[in-house]
T-cell receptor, first 117, second 114 residues
Framework: AQKITQTQPGMFVQEKEAVTLDCTYD???????LFWYKQPSSGEMIFLIY??????QNATEGRYSLNFQKARKSANLVISASQLGDSAMYFC??????????????FGRGTQLTVWP | DAGITQSPRYKITETGRQVTLMCHQT?????MFWYRQDLGHGLRLIYY???????DKGEVPDGYVVSRSKTENFPLTLESATRSQTSVYFC?????????????FGPGTRLTVT
């Protein structure tokens, strides 16, 4: 079974509008972490935001926020006031708390976001 | 330069040849990882390492070998390259395995096997 599911292969948003990228996860651990990475066309992986399973508040980093709904096992990324430079592939990832996994990340298949003027 | 570097950035090789992808990090992070990225699959873990001389398999280890004699280096070797190993390879490192420690990624190596 997929640990991370991103159901939107592609999303389109107009500049200055907000957009939500969906992510659901599957784990039986109580302790885990959720990450979002951005991959522009140049190929590098850029860390955006982190949410811990015990964090009571949703994480925010500038224009990025994470809508964390633990009971639904969802960790959606919200980008406010989209910019043309936000056009990229976005990956949701999870790290489980069990020591035997040595901190590896499980990635979803990604969502390609296109921002149009 | 500080950070995590990969070499070569681009490589074309023939089926059956041995290829080694290099990864070097300057932070003395304990944990290092190799992922491959293929269209429709996201990133999949090949091998990982918790420290020098400690390595273990990830999801897709077949056809790959790793070593870690020094903390800062984590080379990935394709012993006999196949076309199915055409991919983009990312090396990553993390200071700790705990949840909130970010993984830092190298710039990637684009490998084509002909």
């Amino acid at each position: 079974a997929q640990k991370i599911t991103q159901t939107q292969p592609g999303m389109f948003v107009q500049e200055k509008e907000a957009v939500t990228l969906d992510c659901t996860y599957d784990t039986s651990d109580q302790s885990y972490g959720l990450f979002w990475y951005k991959q522009p066309s140049s190929g590098e992986m850029i860390f955006l935001i982190y949410q811990g399973s015990y964090d009571e508040q949703n994480a925010t980093e500038g224009r990025y926020s994470l809508n964390f709904q633990k009971a639904r096992k969802s960790a959606n990324l919200v980008i406010s006031a989209s910019q043309l430079g936000d056009s990229a592939m976005y990956f949701c990832a999870m790290r489980e708390g069990r020591g035997s996994t040595l901190g590896r990340l499980y990635f979803g298949r990604g969502t390609q976001l296109t921002v149009w003027p | 330069d500080a950070g995590i570097t990969q070499s070569p950035r681009y490589k074309i090789t023939e089926t059956g040849r041995q290829v080694t992808l290099m990864c070097h990090q300057t932070w003395s992070h304990s944990y290092m990882f190799w992922y491959r990225q293929d269209l429709g699959h996201g990133l999949r873990l090949i091998y990982y390492s918790a420290a020098a001389d400690i390595t273990d398999k990830g999801e897709v280890p077949d056809g790959y070998v790793v070593s870690r004699s020094k903390t800062e280096n984590f080379p990935l070797t394709l012993e006999s390259a196949t076309r199915s190993q055409t991919s983009v390879y990312f090396c990553a490192s993390s200071e700790r395995a705990a949840n909130h420690y970010e993984q830092y990624f190298g710039p990637g190596t684009r490998l084509t096997v002909t």
